[in-house]
């Protein structure tokens, strides 16, 4: 006869050690196909914590919600990488722009920007590391 895993509900394992008084022990493991040591467990957990003791001591995940954590992490993640990717592009449009005069190289970098704002820097930013930043280059 094999042993199934079975769930307990903090009512069932209490109302298992209240027969388990009445009846004895042995008796009410035999009938309900139990380890002594399981009963032993509860009725110390019993004795220690009460009824609150009874409950189960790991806590379950729902998957759904795992599911959602395991995404909101992966979407943090995407954020951290492209704000330091912008910080970087922002740093070196910087270092371009200072190296090289404001308006020698780039003319239409200024119009962009005042014109579109951030995004049309980041873009030129963005092309410019593709086309003149070296592979050897660290920032």
Sequence with gaps: MSRT???F???DRLSLLQEAEREGY???????????SLLAKWKQRYLC????GLNPSYRRIDPAVRALEE?????????????????VKGELLKKHLSNQGESDDHPALLRS???YGS???A??????????????KTW
Excluded: D, H, M
């Design 5 to 7: 895993k079975r769930t």
């Design 9 to 11: 509900t903090p009512e």
């Design 26 to 36: 042995l008796a009410t493991c035999l009938k309900y196909n139990l380890s002594p």
């Design 49 to 52: 914590k009460g009824v609150a």
């Design 71 to 87: 995404e909101n992490e992966r979407l943090k993640r995407i954020i951290a990488r492209q704000a330091l990717e912008l910080e």
């Design 113 to 115: 920007s005042r014109r």
């Design 119 to 121: 995004f049309a820097v």
């Design 123 to 136: 873009r030129i930013a963005t092309e410019y590391v593709i086309l003149y930043a070296s592979p050897g």
